[in-house]
């Protein structure tokens, strides 16, 4: 079955510095993958997709990579700020097309400020 | 900004019991979907609708669990009889396209 694993369950950064989160994954080759923030006691929220055809994407200060031969993706946030203090979730499609996300346990990010 | 709700907030229920989790999607999303997340824990897929039916559903999802769309806005998952562990936060999501969007959910504890 699939397996997806985020490979720090936490990071501690200072303020101003760039964050790099690692996402891999095993058993499968997805059609996509997502980048979701979760605050405690909060549902996750929708950050950045990235397809299978696409090496890398940005949004204001997310960048977003996928390397379907390593089978990783790596997320950065730059110029962190202590709101950016969240964990962040990595999802895979799941094979059957029917939008079924499989996450992973997810990072937590801490800034210092 | 149009957003997903869902209500209670916070249930409490005693083993056994049945419980009803509601949801409101967004209003031009086709898909919708349940996730849980045990505290600590990943957040788990339970079920995915389209078109009026079940597309897939998790080994979670067993007998015990149903979904339904009663009407043009709502979105339940009801729990026939709960157990201790299904104490768990439920998410109702739903999505246009890929990108889902999550509802704040319902913290379920069951005693």
């Known amino acids: 079955s699939q397996k997806i694993e985020q490979n720090s369950e936490a990071l501690n950064i200072q303020e101003g510095k760039t964050a790099t989160l690692t996402c891999n994954y095993t058993n499968y080759s997805p059609a996509y993958l997502q980048w979701y923030r979760q605050d405690p006691g909060r549902g996750p929220v929708f950050l950045l997709l990235i397809r299978e055809n696409e090496k890398e994407k940005r949004k204001e200060r997310l960048k977003v990579t996928f390397d379907t031969t390593l089978k990783q993706s790596l997320f950065h946030i730059t110029a962190s700020q202590p709101a950016d203090s969240a964990t962040y979730l990595c999802?895979?499609?799941?094979?059957?097309?029917?939008?079924?996300?499989?996450f992973g346990q997810g990072t937590t990010l801490q800034v210092k400020p | 900004e149009p957003e997903v709700t869902q209500t209670p907030s916070h249930q409490v229920t005693q083993m056994g019991q049945e419980v009803i989790l509601r949801c409101v999607p967004i209003s031009n999303h086709l898909y919708f979907y349940w996730y849980r997340q045990i505290l600590g824990q990943k957040v788990e897929f339970l079920v995915s609708?389209?078109?009026?039916?079940?597309?897939?559903k998790s080994e979670i999802f067993d007998d015990q669990f149903s979904v339904e769309r009663p009407d043009g806005s709502n979105f339940t998952l009801k729990i026939r009889s709960t157990k201790l562990e299904d104490s768990a936060m439920y998410f109702c999501?739903?999505?246009?396209?890929?990108?889902?969007?999550f509802g704040p959910g319902t913290r379920l504890t069951v005693t």
């Open positions: 999501a739903s999505s246009v396209d890929y990108e889902q969007y």
């Open positions: 999802a895979l499609d799941g094979p059957s097309n029917t939008g079924k996300l499989i």
């Open positions: 609708f389209y078109n009026n039916e079940i597309s897939e």
